[in-house]
């Protein structure tokens, strides 16, 4: 078994397809509610087949923060939709393999948007790092 990190962008990837380009604040509540529905269900399944650890989703809202010296206060910077990308929210999986890792990218990246269809958003697949690299 492997971890895998599934990150939510609100956009970002190759090229974004036109279903998820509606900002959850467009859609209807019935489709907010289907959204989160699915959002469950896949939990639920990934739980019975023994490969769910934690998933949660995120605010918009957040700043980068940098160190910026002994003394120094840190720097902050804020997220600015049009030049930074937003993560909506991330799921830890523990599965056999890349592939299955990608089935469940695919099937998240399925969840349904505005007007009830597929959102097809790019999720991003990264593997938990297993030891520190060696260094010789």
């Known amino acids: 078994m492997a971890k895998y990190l599934l990150l939510k962008h609100y956009r970002g990837g190759p090229k974004q397809h036109a279903n998820a380009e509606a900002p959850m604040e467009d859609w209807a509540p019935a489709e907010i509610t289907a959204h989160i529905q699915f959002m ?8 019975e087949r023994g490969e769910f650890v934690d998933a949660q989703a995120l605010a918009p809202q957040g700043d980068f923060v940098r160190y910026d010296g002994d003394g120094r206060p840190p720097v902050t910077d804020g997220p600015f939709a049009e030049t930074k990308d937003l993560i909506a929210g991330w ?46």
């Open 40 to 47: 469950g269900d896949m939990i639920e399944d990934l739980k």
């Open 91 to 136: 799921m830890v999986i523990d599965v056999d393999s890349r592939e299955r890792a990608y089935e469940a990218a695919a099937h998240l990246s399925s969840a349904p948007g505005k007007d009830s269809l597929p959102l097809h958003e790019w999720i991003e697949v990264r593997p938990f790092l297993n030891e520190a690299p060696t260094v010789e």
